[in-house]
């Protein structure tokens, strides 16, 4: 059981492992200008790993990128009436406008095991709210980065902030590529060709409909598909199965001064993963 369908390629993550291995003993070879002993001691090759990994996270925009080629594609097959971005002093990314006449209001994300997940907010125009995941980080773990911020960041958030959080996708470049095998497709079929990339159906996740509330309403049911009009255009657009959409409950309590939460995310009416009552604590 898993509470996302995708895992990591066994093959790819050997080989970053060697190269890892090899980078941490062969990198002063670059360098030979220095000595060898001075090279390892000066920390220049974690400076220089620490210096690519935050350009890496803090450029987005291949991952807008991604977002605006998927919107166009909804636009140009009139699945969508079009779509903006939200503008600079806006905490969302995308307004999209449904057939429906509805707006549906697009958060852009990298991965999620990392506090910016929780950096969002929900405008008052928008008729439903979505939170996009584009992790572009070979190197992640799918079922580590999908819990990471649906129980320890999103469930939280949700609760603390009392904001609602329609609907979440996991879904980018890497999805369905030997990084990231997907079950849902095989090399040829079940894929949707857009520019080029050939990409397999999106990871959905349906989140409750109000907020869960100690006394009132302490486990409100999760949306279903037809409730969130971009997420079911987009399960349309990409062949999606009913099956592979998951759905999250989060359930919370009272337990003395401290507001606890469980999670649980089922897929095809089968529990895929459920948290123990865990309080919440936000820095």
Known sequence: MSCILCNCGAALQQ????LAE????ASHTLMPEIPEEEFYKSGLLRGAVEHMRGQYSA??????????????????RGLISG???????????????????RIAAIELKGCLDGNNTTIFERPARAHEFVIWSVCTNPNAVPEKNAWSGIHTR???????????VDGLIIWDTMCGSEARPCPK?????NRTDVGQHSLPPPCLYLLP???PTPRNNPEPTPHSL????????????????????????????QNGNEIERRTTISRASEEQRSSRWTAIRRA
């Open 185 to 189: 497709v095989s090399s040829t079929t």
């Open 59 to 76: 450029t987005m925009s291949s991952k807008r990128d991604f977002a605006k080629l998927v919107l166009n594609h909804l636009e140009d």
């Open 22 to 25: 090899r980078l941490k003993t």
């Open 15 to 18: 080989r970053i492992e060697e």
């Open 154 to 164: 999103l469930s939280a958030e949700i609760i603390f902030r009392k904001v609602c």
């Open 83 to 101: 779509w903006e971005p939200a503008g600079s002093q806006n905490r969302y990314d995308y307004e999209v406008r449904l057939l429906s006449g």
């Open 226 to 253: 037809s409730e969130v009009e971009f997420l079911a255009v987009l399960h349309e657009a990409f062949a999606g199965k009913d099956t592979d959409v998951n759905y999250v409950r989060i359930a919370v309590r």
């Open 209 to 211: 409909g109000t907020v």
